[in-house]
C-alpha cells in the first residue's frame, strides 16, 4: 500500500532514473509525486462506485479517463 508518506519518503529520499538509467531531475520527480497523489486519491471514488472490488489497475483507468489532465506527459 502506497500512502502519501510513502510517496513522498521514496521521492525525497531517492533518485528515479528512467528507463535509459538517467537520472531523473528532483524537479520532475516531484511533480510526478504530486499527481500520482492525486490520482490515488480519485482512484477511491470508481472503486466506491462499484459493488464488488475492482483492481487498483482498473480504478487508475478510469480516472486518467475521467480526468485526461492527470496524464503526465
Not at 20 to 39: D, R, W, Y
Amino acid at each position: 500500500v502506497l500512502t502519501s508518506h510513502s510517496v513522498n519518503w521514496f521521492l525525497y529520499k531517492c533518485s528515479l532514473f528512467d528507463k535509459n538509467g538517467l537520472a531523473v531531475p528532483m524537479e520532475t520527480a516531484a511533480k510526478f509525486g504530486v499527481i500520482f497523489e492525486k490520482i490515488l486519491k480519485e482512484s477511491v471514488k470508481p472503486r466506491d462506485e462499484q459493488e464488488h472490488d475492482m483492481r487498483l489497475e482498473q480504478a487508475i483507468s478510469m480516472v486518467l479517463e475521467r480526468h485526461p489532465d492527470l496524464k503526465y506527459v
